[in-house]
């Protein structure tokens, strides 16, 4: 009884003690933070923030009221007027996003949100406790969501210039992440645009996907700083990330170097909060987080901002939302190391190496601009042109992934090599398991000044009636572009247990091949099994041949069932089944892979024979 009495006072001092120190953690805060309730029209305030080097600096802030529900509902913002000689100058300008604000010693919240073409230097404060709160409302587990595997189309893998997919990449920038759209004109609140200091790309690739990254909030700015380097992490001290300082997040580092800057508003030991609106909206995220030199701000008309280099790594970001981003200083985030290798037209050969972060939205779109940088610092973009592509990709724990593609056209060989390169990775990134993890890509560009390309002409065979288990040849006549016949002698044996009757003979490219195939789509149950598919994707330069025959059965995820029972087939067909499945009319009974030719060959024939008894 006695040991059950001193359990219980146990227990009840251990809540009163963890109830005791949240509010005291609240306590403490609230003489930290000035109270959004008490704010009122004509108060004076400090900010602070990067002009010029590392070291923050003070200017003044006017505040003319608070704005309720905005940005979003249940939210404020604080509208303030900053004065000081440089702001009147600049204006608010991209870069100061999360400056810091106090009054009387107490901060307030982050400078976040301004008017373009504004004549006065009004900006938009994100209350302090709101950028807290929505980063500590977190569920009982962080990180990624279970295994929640989604359906692959084929085109999605199919990695050719003629799929749809590469027709609306071709025609704009890829669409990807969430947006935020900048405002149209000056009479519009909206997010500091963030400078997205570009080094390494060429400004024709910049200029192609800078829509979409003005489209997520951010200034693509290019020649502005030095290259982020692939260096480890620094130990960081009570001057690393203070308030005011520049924060840099490298979303490309090395050879190429593509990061965002912003300013820190509060660090709390271990945990900054910065910017004070959203990076990218991601949610959870694993993004690099640097230290930041400024060498100047850049005044502009339209949009000021900070010219930033970024310094050391020193934690990650894990918290992209909707009142800013949250890191954690000492925490080394997830990069995948990626190596592209170009041998020129002209005989020379190039090395690239860098590091993208692992994002499901992010790392796409930043393999096509690395890859598309890479093609156009030597080579033609418009014109005949020849791209072979050799990639490799890593992925622990399973086989490694092979890529192979050649490209020969007038028009867009650059472009469909990037995206070919980039779209086995979107299907991986997005395939919803989360033991994925890429420890590596490489890719090897072969480039050369001429289009040689091909088409199926005929086919012809040695004989129309045949024997189980014998050999026959099949010949498959093939027309260049400059009016030379290829020949291409295909041995084919017919299998043993083939059924008698009549046999498709069908010769075709791998797109060809592909969409005589019921098999559109499918759900992988595993990461293995989509490693697995991806390998198998047939080539778009080269020719098939496959052997079929007529007869009733399903593809079940992406599995070929043939010869289904009668009985299996009207349980598919009847009205209590829906969906998972589709009924097939023919089965493969032998398919091979051609060695590729001298041109990239496209186009498809059909040949029939029939099997005969002994």
């Known amino acids: 009884m006695l040991r059950l009495v001193f359990l219980i006072l146990l227990l009840a001092g251990l809540s009163v003690g963890a109830s005791g120190q949240a509010a005291s953690n609240s306590s403490a805060r609230s003489d930290q933070f000035f109270p959004l309730e008490e704010v009122k029209p ?11 080097g590392s070291e923050p600096k003070a200017f003044g802030v006017e505040i003319l009221g608070v704005l309720k529900g905005f940005p979003n509902p249940q939210q404020s913002a604080i509208i303030a007027k900053l004065l000081g000689p440089e702001l009147e100058h600049t204006g608010v300008f991209g870069g100061m996003s999360g400056s810091p604000v106090y009054i009387n010693g107490r901060l307030l919240g982050a400078i976040a949100f301004g008017y373009l073409f504004a004549k006065d230097p009004i900006a938009g404060i994100t209350p302090i406790q709101q950028m807290i ?11 990624n969501p279970t295994d929640r595997p989604r359906p692959v189309s084929f085109s999605e893998i199919a990695f050719n210039e003629h799929s749809p997919e590469f027709a609306a990449f071709a025609n704009g920038p890829a669409q990807a992440g969430r947006q935020i759209a900048a405002a149209p004109a000056g009479q519009v609140l909206a997010p500091i645009a963030a400078p997205l200091a570009i080094t390494g790309i060429p400004p024709s690739v910049i200029a ?38 520049t924060i840099v997040v490298p979303l490309v580092r090395g050879d190429f170097s593509i990061a965002v800057s912003g300013t820190v508003t509060y660090r709390d030991q271990n945990r900054i909060y910065a910017f004070g609106h959203p990076l990218l909206s991601l949610g959870v995220s694993d993004l690099p987080m640097n230290e930041g ?9 339209a949009n000021s901002f900070k010219l930033t280099v970024p310094a050391a790594m020193v934690g990650a970001v894990r918290g992209d939302r909707s009142t800013g981003i949250y890191g954690e ?24 190496r860098f590091e993208v972060v692992s994002d499901r939205f992010l790392t796409p779109i930043l393999l096509q601009m690395t890859t598309l940088a890479t093609i156009s610092s030597t080579e033609r973009m418009v014109g005949d042109s020849t791209l072979h592509l050799r990639g490799r990709i890593a992925v622990k724990g399973q086989p490694e992934i092979q890529l192979e593609n050649r490209l020969s056209t007038s028009v867009n060989a650059p472009l469909a090599a990037a995206f070919s390169f980039s ?39 040695n004989r129309t009636e045949v024997k189980r288990g014998e050999k026959i040849e099949v010949q498959a006549f093939a027309r260049t572009e400059s009016g030379g016949e290829y020949v291409e002698r295909i041995p084919i044996e017919i299998p043993a247990d083939a059924p008698l009757g009549p046999l498709q003979i069908i010769v075709g490219d791998g797109p060809s091949i592909q969409a005589t195939e019921p098999r559109t789509g499918f759900t992988p149950k595993s990461l293995g099994q989509l490693v697995r598919e991806i390998n198998r994707m047939r080539k778009s330069d080269r020719l098939y041949v496959r052997l079929a025959r007529a007869e009733t059965g399903a593809a079940i995820n992406n599995e070929e ?20 499945y589709v009924l097939t009319n023919s089965t493969t009974l032998f398919e091979k892979e051609l060695p590729p030719a001298e041109f990239v060959i496209s186009g498809q024939r059909t040949l029939t024979v029939k099997v005969i008894a002994e």
């Open 42 to 52: 004509g108060m004076r305030a400090v900010g602070y923030t990067v002009f010029e």
């Open 133 to 143: 709160e929505v980063f500590e409302q977190r569920p009982a587990k962080d990180g």
């Open 208 to 245: 192609r996907f800078a829509p979409q990254f003005r489209e997520w909030g951010l200034l693509p700015v290019a020649g502005a700083a030095s290259a982020a380097g692939m260096d480890g992490l620094k130990k960081a001290d009570e001057h690393t990330l203070k308030p005011g300082s």
């Open 293 to 301: 030199e400024v060498v100047t701000v850049m005044s502009s008309s």
């Open 329 to 352: 200083l000492g925490v080394e985030p997830r990069l995948i190391p990626v190596e592209i290798r170009l041998r020129t037209s002209r005989g020379g050969r190039q090395s690239y």
């Open 423 to 461: 779209q086995p990775i979107n299907v991986l990134l997005n395939s919803g398991f989360s033991d994925l993890v890429i420890e590596r890509i490489s890719l090897d560009i072969v480039s050369e000044d001429a289009r040689n390309t091909g088409k199926l002409d005929r086919l012809w065979i």
């Open 561 to 580: 069932l043939p010869s289904l029972p009668p009985s299996v087939l009207a349980t598919l067909g009847s009205d209590r089944t829906a969906g998972g």
